[in-house]
């Protein structure tokens, strides 16, 4: 019967040890998600820190071409305003464009043939 008692013994501490095991490795994956959960917030929150910050920067860029994409316009604009201009030239060329090379009546600038 000794024997007996020996491997019951021994089978009473490999069921113990088992239990560590599975205690231990559910230990071990508690502690692992809780790690990973907690680099997953420390990530995002220098995500969204990054993030905002390019986004300022991307806002005071786009503000900045604004102002001088409307600064070239203007000057532009009043460049076009100190040309001269000669009406009488343009309606001539457009009158000898569009009608005396279609073939069609002629006519002076004035509507007469």
């Keep these: 019967m000794e024997d007996r008692d020996v491997l019951q013994h021994l089978l009473e501490i490999e069921g ?7 205690d231990a490795q559910a230990e071990a994956d508690r502690r ?7 680099n997953r917030l ?24 604004k102002v001088e994409y409307n600064k070239s316009l203007d000057e532009y604009r009043m460049s076009l305003d100190l040309m001269p201009r000669d009406s009488g030239a343009f309606s001539a060329l457009a009158f000898s ?7 069609g009546p002629t006519a002076d600038v004035n509507g007469k043939k």
Excluded: M, N, P, R
Aim: aromatic letters at 4%; proline letters at 0%; one cysteine or more.
């Design 16 to 22: 113990q040890a088992a239990v560590l095991v599975d």
């Design 42 to 65: 420390a990530y995002d929150g220098e995500y969204q820190k990054i993030v905002k910050e390019l986004e300022a920067v991307c806002q005071k860029e786009v503000e900045t071409a």
């Design 97 to 103: 464009l569009l009608v005396e090379s279609s073939g």
């Design 32 to 38: 692992i998600k809780e790690a990973e959960e907690q």
